[in-house]
Nanobody, 120 residues
Framework: VQLVESGGGSVQPGGSLTLSCVIS????????MGWTRQVAGKERDGVACLGADDSISYADSVKGRFTISKDNVKNILYLQMNDLRPEDSAMYYC???????????????WGQGTQVTVSS
């Protein structure tokens, strides 16, 4: 599985961005996909997860503001981010693992990351 993110950028607080992750070597529904983020000097944190069983989970900090989705025809994973806050600023990574559900195994495939900066 190869993952390539895009869509990051700079936005003012309250703004929106949509991240995309192109998934090569389509997995025919065998992989759980997710978005994680990392601020320099801190650990990488999970943001949103879409299980191979179509279950979805979000970090508490983004619930109600972020939406994860996947286009199974185009093989693209999305993260729609609304009402962005300065604390959302981070490098965002697309990730995957061959597992049925979120949270059962750690991700072992990663994209290169796309930077999101939220500031006025």
């Amino acid at each position: 599985v190869q993952l390539v993110e895009s869509g990051g950028g700079s936005v003012q607080p309250g703004g929106s961005l949509t991240l995309s992750c192109v998934i090569s070597r389509p997995t025919a529904g065998q992989h759980t996909m997710g978005w994680t983020r990392q601020v320099a000097g801190k650990e990488r944190d999970g943001v949103a997860c879409l299980g191979a069983d179509d279950s979805i989970s979000y970090a508490d900090s983004v619930k109600g503001r972020f939406t994860i989705s996947k286009d199974n025809v185009k093989n693209i994973l999305y993260l729609q981010m609304n009402d962005l806050r300065p604390e959302d600023s981070a490098m965002y990574y697309c990730a995957a693992v061959r597992a049925r559900q979120c949270g059962t195994l750690p991700y072992n495939y990663w994209g290169q990351g796309t930077q999101v900066t939220v500031s006025s």
